[in-house]
């Protein structure tokens, strides 16, 4: 079995923990991580706060040097770094190596391109100039979740590197791998020696351990579950958080939308990934007067679906992540059916090995907030007058799909609601220039773009005078 060890301050190592990974497709444990102690956490941070102290003195064109570079090795290694996501994770190696992992290496290359035409505010008053510096925080504690953990890395580490930040990062316990090969790559590259360190293992040791250090802002990508966690530990040790979670997203089709392409969207908002998709979709909204014929023909295209191995590239559906998840899922599924709510397909475990699970519709009887994370959708009529109190209730807002043929009344919606993006007739617009994040209970703080520069920079004022100023002397003394 393969050995993946952890990397601080420059050197891979290891624990006399050993934690095994095991292939979701087929049960065999293929690898295996270590578990980081506490002591590990303290060089990581002792040796991040060197290193952040020499990079943060890099100008922004020697930045933007290392940047582009780590763009470099992902796509350089692209197609092994994709099979190791897909071994660990089980989504299809075709998300992995064409969707996931290039879209970290365009959000590297935007902010080199981004650092390269940056400069500082130079505001010229009356009496002086007033300076505007971009300060970093100093080091990051960044985790990842398992879903896709390299995109993750380039939405949270490539913006706090920009603005001259050290990272600590704590990929999932379900999906460390693919990182810490590219930690491999990463090692060669001309970076000061510590900016970069990676612990893993479980989230209530190596997680809690990060929470707890002295690191100077938590970026968290991952459930609001864990996030109250992290607050709790870091209680004693208060610092900026910034947060990704999820959401329970809803998909509106209006009956003058068009039909096959929102039927084609749904499908793939519910079911990539296996629907372990923050930006999914929970709930279809679908307006009263096309529901059945909608509902028929998303079926006829849900049952088609192929599940099989992640590595088959007709594969639609590969495993859940785990089999605690599985179980988890299956669980949910017979619960919200128990209380009246109606299957239309699906809601079972494959048998055989593997942590598959069917497609799954359930017709809601009577709303819930739910976000299955799983290859579960939810689907409900809705009459027009009704839509934007049911929207306005939803408890989190991070991502809606609107499809209508009606840009105006699209737009006016879009505008009206609580979310951090809306996607007007299109799923999974995201581009490294456009910022991602949620509000209300799907997080606070942006990624990507110039937001997810500033979200980890600190702006300096520096004041000089040339003149006497209007406050000087006032008092006369
Ligand atoms: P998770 O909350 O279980 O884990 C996230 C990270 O926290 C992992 O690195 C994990 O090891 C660590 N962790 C877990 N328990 C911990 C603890 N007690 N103390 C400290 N650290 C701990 O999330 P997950 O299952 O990996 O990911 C799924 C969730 O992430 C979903 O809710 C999904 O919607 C969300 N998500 C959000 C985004 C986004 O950008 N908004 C992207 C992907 C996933």
Request: glycine share 8%; charged share 25%; with cysteine.
């Given at each position: 079995?393969?050995?993946?060890?952890?990397?601080?301050?420059?050197?891979?190592?290891?624990?006399?923990?050993?934690?095994?990974?095991?292939?979701?497709?087929?049960?065999?444990?293929?690898?295996?991580?270590?578990?980081?102690?506490?002591?590990?956490?303290?060089?990581?941070?002792?040796?991040?706060?060197?290193a952040q102290k020499e990079w943060k003195?890099?100008?922004?064109?020697?930045?933007?040097?290392?940047?582009?570079?780590?763009?470099?090795?992902?796509?350089?290694?692209?197609?092994?770094?994709?099979?190791?996501?897909?071994?660990?994770?089980?989504?299809?190696?075709?998300?992995?190596?064409?969707?996931?992992?290039?879209?970290?290496?365009?959000?590297?290359?935007?902010?080199?391109?981004?650092?390269?035409?940056?400069?500082?505010?130079?505001?010229?008053?009356?009496?002086?100039?007033?300076?505007?510096?971009?300060?970093?925080?100093?080091?990051?504690?960044?985790?990842?979740?398992?879903?896709?953990?390299?995109?993750?890395?380039?939405?949270?580490?490539?913006?706090?590197?920009?603005?001259?930040?050290?990272?600590?990062?704590?990929?999932?316990?379900?999906?460390?791998?693919?990182?810490?090969?590219?930690?491999?790559?990463?090692?060669?590259?001309?970076?000061?020696?510590?900016?970069?360190?990676?612990?893993?293992?479980?989230?209530?040791?190596?997680?809690?351990?990060?929470?707890?250090?002295?690191?100077?802002?938590?970026?968290?990508?991952?459930?609001?579950?864990?996030?109250?966690?992290?607050?709790?530990?870091?209680?004693?040790?208060?610092?900026?958080?910034?947060?990704?979670l999820g959401g329970v997203n809803f998909?509106?089709?209006?009956?003058?939308?068009?039909?096959?392409?929102?039927?084609?969207?749904?499908?793939?908002?519910?079911?990539?990934?296996?629907?372990?998709?923050?930006?999914?979709?929970?709930?279809?909204?679908?307006?009263?007067?096309?529901?059945?014929?909608?509902?028929?023909?998303?079926?006829?295209?849900?049952?088609?679906?192929?599940?099989?191995?992640?590595?088959?590239?007709?594969?639609?559906?590969?495993?859940?992540?785990?089999?605690?998840?599985?179980?988890?899922?299956?669980?949910?599924?017979?619960?919200?059916?128990?209380?009246?709510?109606?299957?239309?397909?699906?809601?079972?475990?494959?048998?055989?090995?593997?942590?598959?699970?069917?497609?799954?519709?359930?017709?809601?009887?009577?709303?819930?907030?739910?976000?299955?994370?799983?290859?579960?959708?939810?689907?409900?009529?809705?009459?027009?007058?009704?839509?934007?109190?049911?929207?306005?209730?939803?408890?989190?807002?991070?991502?809606?799909?609107?499809?209508?043929?009606?840009?105006?009344?699209?737009?006016?919606?879009?505008?009206?609601?609580?979310?951090?993006?809306?996607?007007?007739?299109?799923?999974?617009?995201?581009?490294?220039?456009?910022?991602?994040?949620?509000?209300?209970?799907?997080?606070?703080g942006r990624n990507l773009g110039k937001?997810?520069?500033?979200?980890?920079?600190?702006?300096?004022?520096?004041?000089?005078?040339?003149?006497?100023?209007?406050?000087?002397?006032?008092?006369?003394?």
């Amino acid at each position: 079995m393969q050995e993946y060890k952890y990397y601080l301050d420059g050197e891979f190592k290891s624990s006399s923990e050993k934690i095994e990974v095991i292939d979701p497709a087929t049960e065999e444990a293929f690898a295996y991580i270590y578990q980081a102690s506490k002591e590990d956490l303290e060089i990581a941070l002792s040796q991040a706060k060197k290193a952040q102290k020499e990079w943060k003195n890099f100008s922004f064109k020697e930045k933007a040097k290392v940047l582009r570079d780590i763009a470099k090795v992902i796509l350089d290694n692209l197609s092994g770094l994709a099979e190791l996501e897909t071994r660990e994770i089980g989504k299809t190696y075709k998300e992995s190596l064409f969707v996931d992992i290039p879209l970290s290496a365009e959000v590297f290359n935007y902010y080199a391109s981004f650092l390269e035409n940056l400069s500082e505010d130079l505001i010229k008053t009356d009496t002086g100039i007033d300076l505007i510096k971009y300060e970093p925080y100093g080091v990051c504690g960044v985790y990842l979740p398992y879903n896709v953990p390299l995109m993750i890395f380039g939405f949270s580490c490539a913006g706090a590197l920009a603005s001259g930040n050290a990272l600590i990062v704590k990929p999932s316990e379900f999906g460390s791998l693919s990182l810490l090969e590219l930690a491999k790559h990463l090692d060669k590259l001309d970076m000061p020696r510590g900016l970069i360190n990676i612990i893993t293992g479980q989230g209530e040791t190596a997680g809690k351990y990060l929470a707890q250090a002295e690191v100077d802002l938590i970026s968290f990508t991952g459930s609001l579950q864990t996030l109250k966690k992290i607050v709790s530990y870091s209680i004693d040790n208060p610092k900026k958080i910034i947060c990704e979670l999820g959401g329970v997203n809803f998909a509106v089709i209006f009956s003058d939308a068009d039909k096959e392409r929102a039927i084609d969207s749904l499908l793939s908002s519910s079911f990539m990934k296996q629907g372990q998709m923050c930006i999914g979709t929970s709930i279809a909204l679908i307006e009263e007067s096309i529901y059945e014929s909608f509902i028929s023909e998303f079926l006829e295209k849900v049952k088609k679906i192929k599940i099989g191995s992640p590595f088959e590239p007709a594969t639609g559906l590969g495993p859940l992540v785990s089999q605690e998840h599985l179980s988890g899922v299956d669980r949910k599924v017979k619960e919200i059916i128990s209380k009246g709510n109606k299957l239309l397909w699906g809601g079972e475990i494959l048998e055989g090995k593997g942590y598959f699970y069917l497609p799954t519709v359930i017709e809601l009887e009577e709303l819930v907030y739910e976000e299955f994370f799983s290859p579960v959708v939810l689907v409900k009529r809705f009459r027009e007058e009704e839509l934007s109190s049911i929207l306005e209730n939803s408890p989190t807002g991070l991502v809606l799909q609107i499809w209508s043929n009606n840009l105006k009344k699209a737009k006016e919606l879009a505008e009206s609601c609580s979310c951090g993006t809306v996607w007007i007739n299109t799923f999974a617009q995201m581009n490294a220039h456009t910022p991602f994040g949620g509000v209300k209970k799907s997080g606070w703080g942006r990624n990507l773009g110039k937001w997810g520069f500033f979200e980890y920079t600190q702006p300096k004022h520096i004041g000089i005078g040339f003149k006497k100023g209007s406050a000087e002397g006032w008092f006369g003394v």
